[in-house]
């Protein structure tokens, strides 16, 4: 099975809510990032953490990390309907290129 | 410039055809990457080059053959497809993290090529 798994698979919030979207994993990690993904389009990076960081800010974006639990969060605070998209965290392996996708979380904005 | 570009951005083949995909990245990246992704799934690793060598083949049918013709230029040919096969090929770069590159940091993703094969 995937290495990534993430809930919710969709959510549907108002402009202005926030959304939190939840990874867990498998195995040991060198880092997890979170990507978005527009309709049938190529993923944009939005952030990465390391496997020893906690907690990382980028604009209205907030991830955790517990490398305890192997569960990350990102948080997408103050919502708009151009934030409409699917996300999608990965994983990269220490010592190997390969990163493994979880299921991803489609979100909806309503405006 | 941090653009990674694919060509062609649709792609309809038979399946006697013979295709290749073309995908451009000009960040100086040493790590180059082959997704393919279904609809509403999350893409899936296809190969992985790091420095001009094939580092990673994710058990992918030899219908799908990769190139890696210099560091900026990543080809994927097609022969033989089948139906299944359709899907959104995914093209991404990305520096390797250590001298030698063993471990990767944030890849930049292509617009992806939409195969359908008939």
């Known amino acids: 099975s995937q290495q990534g798994e993430e809930d919710p698979q969709a959510l549907s919030i108002q402009e202005g809510e926030n959304a939190t979207m939840n990874c867990s994993y498998k195995?040991?990690?060198?880092?997890l990032q979170w990507y978005r993904q527009n309709s049938g389009r190529g993923l944009v990076h939005l952030i990465l953490?390391?496997?020893?960081?906690r907690e990382k800010h980028s604009g209205r974006l907030r991830v955790t990390l517990d490398t305890s639990k192997k569960s990350s969060s990102l948080l997408i605070t103050a919502s708009r309907a151009a934030d409409t998209a699917s996300y999608f965290c990965?994983?990269?392996?220490?010592?190997?290129?390969?990163?493994?996708f979880g299921a991803g979380t489609r979100l909806f904005v309503k405006a | 410039d941090t653009e990674v570009t694919q060509t062609p951005k649709h792609l309809v083949m038979g399946m006697t055809n013979k295709k290749s995909l073309k995908c451009e990245q000009h960040?100086?990246?040493?790590?180059m990457y082959w997704y393919k992704q279904k609809a509403k799934k999350p893409p899936e690793l296809m190969f992985v080059?790091?420095?001009?060598?094939?580092?990673i083949n994710e058990s992918v049918p030899s219908r799908f053959s990769p190139e890696c013709p210099n560091s900026s230029l990543l080809n994927l040919h097609l022969h033989a497809l089948q139906p299944e096969d359709s899907a959104l090929y995914l093209c991404?770069?990305?520096?390797?993290?250590?001298?030698?590159?063993?471990?990767?940091?944030?890849?930049?993703f292509g617009p992806g090529t939409r195969l359908t094969v008939l």
């Open positions: 991404a770069s990305s520096q390797p993290r250590l001298a030698g590159g063993t471990s990767t940091d944030t890849q930049y």
């Open positions: 990965a994983t990269a392996f220490t010592g190997g290129f390969k990163t493994i």
């Open positions: 960040m100086g990246h040493r790590a």
């Open positions: 195995t040991s990690i060198n880092n």
């Open positions: 080059y790091s420095y001009e060598k094939l580092s």
């Open positions: 953490i390391r496997s020893n960081e």
